[in-house]
Each structure stands twice: as structure tokens, then as C-alpha cells.
């Protein structure tokens, strides 16, 4: 497997010339960039011109991922290609209320004899990542690995994009297929938040819309938790996220503020919240975080990268954790370069959600979390 990593700024241009070279049906080309290229998407056209028989897939960002270094308003992409590695992508419209729809919709146009994997990218407003999920985990085998991400947009959640041939649209789902006996994956998916107050029901909840815990709206005892802060929802939400997990159940997903509504004192967040479930109120603890991302990375080799062959490692971290990290953000990334062959190349974004199984298994909605596929070849 060859890979290479490009990066595009606008006053810089391409760091380097593209490798056309690399252009093939088994190439797989990874670009994540700003949500202003909504704006302007002259350069993802220079991509599509360069790779043209290449399968592209990329999304907006709350922060680009190049190597150990977090950047904004450029283009990070990975040029992967593979020796016998096979590719299919597919690009699915998606809202809120559609987004099971869209998850079927990837899970039967890529569930072809072989399928090892599924890399999906997905608008990271109008959706349900939950839903999104489990239409894909009705679809493919519970063997294939399902991972990937919500598209950002900084701290300002106004809009976001998905790669959609040529161009960059919204209320777009797109996911790339890996086959064959010789591809190799690891994942790995953890999050180092600290658990905080009293551990509350969910009284009334509506997919991923959160009305009362303990009988109480949600939005005045979250506004009484963040005090100050409340004022800059939804963005200080990202401070304090949900942890949430069902009654005798040890398993803990974390799910991330989208939206909030005033008037009827509701959350709406990432992914589903469900009614009757238990949760609690996260806080940071920047060790914990930085060592949660080395130990996704750890993860990666335990899962099926253990060797230390040339891989592509897509990293995809909650904005979240980028907010709460600050000037510390790019030490999670270099604990995860740490861990990993020294010969790969990661690339990957800032987001608002993270899609990895929890540890194997089915795929799960994360939120707050350092995820990371690392892909390669026998």
C-alpha cells in the first residue's frame, strides 16, 4: 500500500504537487477541511481532477487533523493506494428524521461479498447519528467494521458539508467499502471524561431530544450546572457532556450537545437519549483525555493493526475535547503517534460525533471521544 498525505492552504496552495501517479480504482483519497469551502470548492475540484478514477471521500471539520498538528481552514488529505485492496463508496441524502434511511441506504449498496469495512462521513447537524447507525447495522454483517464520523463546524454548528463527487453539499451521508482477504483494520475508541453529580433518570426523552431527567426540564438543571457558561450554549455544552448508559448496564456511551430550545426547555443532542436510561454529567480531565486517545491508539492494534506495516490512520476527535484541551489539543495526537507504526501517516478532523463499536461488535454513536481507524494491507 502506498500512502501520501497532502495539505491545502488558500494563500499556499497545495503543500505539494498531487500524485496523479496514484490515481487508480484502488486508491482511496481522504480529504477533511473547513466548512468555508462551501464557499469556494476550486481545490476539491483540483482533487477530483488529479485522482478522477480514485474513490473520494471527505467532510467538513471543526479542526483539520495533519500528523501530530491541528489546523483550520485548509484541506488534510491522505492518498491511500492499495494493492489488492477493492473500494465501492456510495452517497446517501440525510436529515434528522431520515437518517435510518440513509444508514440502509450505505449498508445495501456496499454489503457485497468481502465487505471487511466501512469508513462513513456524515452531515453533522441535520442528523441522527444513532439512527444513522443502526440503519447500517441492519445491513451488514455484525464481522464488518463500521467506523467514522460527524462533518464539523468549529464551535459555530451553522453548517456543515459531506463530499458529493466533485462537490461539498450538506444533508449528504457517504461511506467507502473495503474488500478483500488481504485488508487490514484496527480500531479503537475511548474518551477520559470524569463523571460528575448525582447519576439522574430520563423521564421523558424523544429520540435524540431530551426533555426531563428526574421529572425536571433538562435545559434549567443543565443551564444550573453550567452557571456562567450557559449563556454560550450550545458551544460551552461541548464542556459538559451526557454520559448515559441503561439501568444494570456498565456500558456508557457520551453524547454531545447539538441545539437547544429555549421555549420548551429541550437538548438536542448527537444521538438518541433513551427514555428510562441512566445519566450523568461529565466534566474534563486533561491527563485522562490526553491518555484516553493512547489508548484508542493501543486499541488499534488489538483490533487487527497489530503489525507495523505502512497503515492510514484516520483519526476523528470530538471539537469537544479540542475546546477543553486548547494549546494542550495536539498532545492527544501525538500520543497516538506514539503508539502507532512509525511509518504511517494520519490524517483525520475535529467533529461532532464519533461511529466506532464500543469495543467489538457492532457499532456504536460516540461523542467526546478520540476514534481512530487504521487501515492497511498484508
Not at 506514539?338 to 511509518?343: A, F, H, M, Q
Amino acid at each position: 500500500m502506498d500512502v501520501v498525505h497532502r495539505s491545502y492552504t488558500r494563500d499556499k496552495k497545495w503543500s505539494e504537487p498531487l500524485p496523479k501517479e496514484l490515481d487508480s480504482e484502488r486508491t482511496l483519497v481522504a480529504v477533511f477541511g473547513a466548512s468555508n469551502f462551501l464557499d469556494d470548492a476550486t481545490a476539491l475540484g483540483e482533487l477530483a481532477d488529479a485522482f478522477p478514477h480514485s474513490h473520494r471521500i471527505g467532510c467538513s471539520t471543526s479542526g483539520e487533523i495533519a500528523g501530530t498538528h491541528v489546523v483550520d481552514n485548509t484541506l488534510s488529505v491522505a492518498i491511500a493506494r492499495f494493492s489488492t485492496t477493492t473500494l465501492a463508496t456510495h452517497v446517501a441524502p440525510v436529515s434528522a428524521g431520515e437518517s435510518r434511511a440513509a444508514g440502509e441506504s450505505i449498508g445495501r449498496a456496499l454489503n457485497k461479498p468481502g465487505l471487511r469495512a466501512i469508513l462513513v462521513l456524515s452531515d453533522g447537524l441535520d442528523v441522527n447519528g444513532t439512527t444513522l447507525v443502526a440503519g447500517i447495522n441492519a445491513v451488514v454483517p455484525e464481522s464488518v467494521v463500521v467506523t467514522g464520523g460527524l462533518a464539523g463546524d468549529g464551535d459555530r454548528f451553522k453548517r456543515t458539508w459531506v463530499l458529493d463527487g466533485r462537490a461539498p453539499k450538506s444533508g449528504r451521508a457517504a461511506a467507502v467499502g473495503f474488500y478483500g482477504d488481504k485488508f487490514v483494520v484496527g480500531h479503537g475508541s475511548k474518551g477520559g471524561w470524569d463523571k460528575f453529580g448525582p447519576e439522574r433518570t430520563v423521564t421523558k426523552a424523544v429520540g435524540n431530544v431530551l426533555h426531563e431527567l428526574d421529572g425536571k426540564p433538562a435545559l434549567a438543571l443543565y443551564k444550573e450546572y453550567l452557571g456562567e457558561r450557559a449563556a454560550g450554549l450550545p458551544a460551552t455544552g461541548l464542556l459538559f457532556p451526557l454520559a448515559i448508559r441503561t439501568p444494570n448496564d456498565d456500558k456508557v456511551l457520551v453524547r454531545t450537545i447539538l441545539a437547544v430550545d429555549d421555549i420548551a426547555g429541550t437538548l438536542t443532542f448527537a444521538g438518541d437519549i433513551p427514555q428510562g436510561c441512566r445519566a450523568q454529567l461529565m466534566k474534563a480531565n486533561f491527563d485522562r483525555l490526553i491518555q484516553g486517545a493512547g489508548d484508542a491508539a493501543l486499541m488499534t492494534k488489538q483490533t487487527g493493526a497489530g503489525d507495523d506495516s505502512k497503515k492510514l490512520s484516520i483519526a476523528i476527535s470530538c471539537v469537544g475535547r479540542r475546546l477543553v484541551l486548547a494549546e494542550r489539543t495536539e498532545e492527544e495526537l501525538e500520543a497516538t503517534s506514539d503508539v502507532l507504526p512509525p511509518s504511517s501517516i494520519q490524517v483525520g478532523f475535529y467533529s461532532y460525533g464519533e461511529i466506532s463499536p464500543y469495543t467489538t461488535g457492532r457499532c456504536d454513536l460516540h461523542n467526546q471521544t478520540m476514534t481512530l481507524t487504521v487501515i492497511g494491507e498484508k
